[in-house]
């Protein structure tokens, strides 16, 4: 009489507990992972300059240190948009991987 306890309490938790707990790690799973590259974050400040890096001289007498200025700027944006892409695209393929992951684990289910 125990096996058969044990089997009904073992289908109510495999079909019915259990289903809500993947469910919420499944969504904890997701959520971390779009966190952890900061996602939203570097997609709002895709074109900042990199580390804040800036100069602001800018003197009209002195045109040659402005277009240094200028150049330097260019090129920390640049390095930043480049850098702010490849993560980006590295937490999007994390997903991705991360779904098809979570797929499969709810179709074995």
């Known amino acids: 009489m125990e096996a058969v306890s044990f089997f009904t ?3 109510v938790w495999h079909y019915g507990n259990s289903l809500q707990d993947l469910r919420s790690i499944t969504r904890n799973l997701l959520w971390f992972c779009w966190h952890f590259f900061s996602i939203p974050d570097l997609a709002g400040t895709l074109f900042s300059p990199f580390a ?3 100069q602001t001289y800018f ?3 002195d045109l040659e240190e402005s277009f240094q200025n200028l150049t330097a700027n260019a090129v920390s944006r640049i390095v930043g948009f ?3 892409t490849i993560v980006i695209a590295a937490g999007l393929v994390s997903e991705i991987i991360l779904i098809a992951g979570i ?4 179709i074995g289910w």
């Open 59 to 61: 003197n009209i007498n």
């Open 52 to 54: 804040r890096i800036r």
């Open 82 to 84: 480049v850098l702010r």
């Open 9 to 11: 309490d073992y289908l």
């Open 103 to 106: 797929m499969i684990a709810w």
